[in-house]
Nanobody, 121 residues
């Protein structure tokens, strides 16, 4: 069982930045076996995909709403994936989850428990 733990959320003013981390731990699993996606869920809304990075970091994808502001990266040796979020807006508020899947186009296989991001003045 692959376990994912998110961290780095918090309260930030509009225009500010946060860096989220997704740490993986499991015996017998290597992080580079999976693409990692970030998702978010705002209050009263459905969960949506934010970004994804392939197993070898060759390809990344972003939702239109975050392009140019968010950057996803990974360090397989450290079993960590980061989401750098800049120029944050109130509409970025929500619970952010990371998820492991075989391909960015596929369905998540493992989920983290989420970290809260609140953008407010």
């Amino acid at each position: 069982q692959l376990q994912l733990v998110e961290s780095g959320g918090g309260l930030v003013q509009p225009g500010g930045s946060l860096r989220l981390s997704c740490a993986a731990s499991a015996s017998g699993f290597a992080l580079d076996e999976y693409a990692i996606g970030w998702f978010r869920q705002a209050p009263g809304k459905e969960r949506e995909g934010v970004s994804c990075i392939t197993r070898n970091s060759v390809s990344t994808t972003y939702a239109d709403s975050v392009k140019g502001r968010f950057t996803i990266s990974r360090d397989n040796a450290k079993k960590t994936v980061h989401l750098q979020m800049n120029s944050l807006k109130p509409e970025d508020t929500g619970v952010y989850y990371c998820a492991a899947k075989y391909y960015c186009s596929g369905s998540p296989k493992y989920w983290g428990q989420g970290t809260q991001v609140t953008v407010s003045s």
